[in-house]
């Protein structure tokens, strides 16, 4: 791992990221580096190109046929745009947790062990670190004595936290968040922002939201997207007390009240 200004170890470094649909560009030229232990805030207006962002942080983005991607997202040194870098290994580390909960249609334990069923992995194994990631995520002791009680059973914000369980069961650096409270009620937003901020002890959290108190209650870093471009990134009190670009500004005080 590299170092970066401050010192600290590099995760994954965005260099000059462009993404182009067809008749437009998503995103112009943005980069940004990610240290360990660490909760960036993303944010920015609708349509402004954060949830294409994160998307391009695991290569999800190669899922929407028609997007061209440039640039590079350099993971421990490595581009995973790399052709010879498989898509799949690259979600397994950089994870991806969504707006609405993907929750599948069988048991708790299932859908945490869905990732490491793909690995094939030994269920004793699979026991074990279902248990971890179910702890890590916030959720074990509300559902260890129901693990094969269907997931659909749960209420909005424990399926958040089971989707946070799946990620982590495979072992990543990153965790990716595309507005993964905005569909939850103050009680369950409240306990998956405890769930990230312990985990940003541990991985590197990459949160969008279009919650400025949520970004000033839990991220380190805020970086502000505007119609494609990075317009400003720094420490979270710094960006909403001392904005440098007036667009910060604008956004902060349209979203703060
Ligand atoms: N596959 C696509 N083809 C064309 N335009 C797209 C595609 N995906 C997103 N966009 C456009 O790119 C812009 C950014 O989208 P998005 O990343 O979803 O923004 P945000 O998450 O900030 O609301 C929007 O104007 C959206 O309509
Ligand atoms: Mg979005």
Same mark, same amino acid.
């Given at each position: 791992? $590299? ?7 590099v995760v994954v470094s965005v ?12 995103? +112009?030229?943005? $980069? ?13 207006? $609708? ?20 997007? =061209? ?5 350099? #993971?421990?040194?490595?581009?995973i745009y790399d052709p010879r ?26 859908? !945490? ?11 004793? =194994? ?15 002791? =509300?559902?260890?004595?129901?693990? +094969? ?19 982590? !069961? ?8 595309? =507005?993964?409270?905005?569909?939850? +009620? ?15 002890? +541990? #991985? ?54």
């Amino acid at each position: 791992m $590299s170092g970066d200004a401050n010192g600290h170890d590099v995760v994954v470094s965005v260099q000059h990221l462009t993404v182009r649909a067809p008749q437009r560009t998503i995103l +112009d030229d943005v $980069s940004l580096d990610f240290a360990a232990s660490s909760l960036t805030a993303v944010v920015g207006p $609708s349509g402004c190109g954060k949830t294409t962002f994160v998307r391009s942080l695991n290569r999800m983005v190669e899922l929407t046929p028609g997007l =061209e991607v440039d640039g590079a997202v350099v #993971y421990l040194g490595q581009d995973i745009y790399d052709p010879r870098v498989n898509p799949v290994m690259v979600r397994r580390r950089i994870g991806m947790v969504f707006q609405r909960p993907t929750v599948f249609p069988t048991s708790i334990f299932e859908n !945490a062990a869905f990732g490491l069923r793909l690995i094939g992995e030994e269920i004793s =194994e699979i026991e074990r670190e279902v248990e971890e990631a179910l702890l890590r995520a916030g959720l074990w002791e =509300e559902v260890k004595d129901d693990l +094969d009680r269907p997931a659909l059973s749960l209420s909005g914000g424990q399926q958040q936290r089971l989707c946070i369980a799946r990620a982590l !069961a495979t072992q990543p650096r990153v965790l990716l968040l595309d =507005e993964p409270t905005s569909a939850l +009620d103050p009680a369950a937003t409240q306990r998956v922002e405890a769930t990230m901020q312990r985990l940003k002890e +541990d #991985y590197v959290l990459v949160l969008v939201t279009h919650n400025v108190a949520q970004a000033a209650r839990v991220s380190d870093r805020i970086a502000v997207l505007h119609a494609g471009h990075l317009i400003e990134v720094g420490p979270t009190a710094e960006v909403l007390e001392r904005p440098r670009n007036p667009l910060t500004a604008e956004f902060i005080t349209g979203r703060f009240s």
